[in-house]
């Protein structure tokens, strides 16, 4: 499985950026998609992930303010960002799951900065 991820940038605070995670292999083994994110000296965490059911799982810091959702048609998943603080400033990774390995994408930088 490969996971190419796209849409990072600069942004203001309050403002808006959808992240793009397009997967290509073999995509038929993935159960969950998702995104993690890393800060400067930080661990990486999850951010969002969504289960090949439909259900989803959001960190605490970003409920209410990000959305993931899932295009089967596209093998993509995407992650709305809105209402972006200076502290979701990261590297955000793509990931996938599936038949027992974890597949990570190239990060996108994320800065939330006036």
């Known amino acids: 499985v490969q996971l190419q991820a796209s849409g990072g940038g600069l942004v203001q605070p309050g403002g808006s950026l959808r992240l793009s995670c397009v997967a290509s292999?073999?995509?038929?083994?993935?159960?969950?998609m998702g995104w993690y994110r890393q800060a400067p000296g930080k661990q990486r965490e999850l951010v969002a992930r969504?289960?090949?059911?439909?259900?989803?799982d959001y960190a605490d810091s970003v409920k209410g303010r990000f959305t993931i959702s899932r295009d089967n048609a596209k093998n993509t998943v995407l992650l709305q960002m809105n209402s972006l603080k200076p502290e979701d400033t990261a590297v955000y990774y793509c990931?996938?799951?599936?038949?027992?390995?974890?597949?990570w994408g190239r990060g996108t930088l994320v800065t939330v900065s006036s």
């Open positions: 990931n996938a799951w599936g038949a027992r390995v974890n597949y």
């Open positions: 292999g073999s995509i038929f083994s993935i159960t969950i």
């Open positions: 969504m289960f090949s059911g439909g259900s989803t």
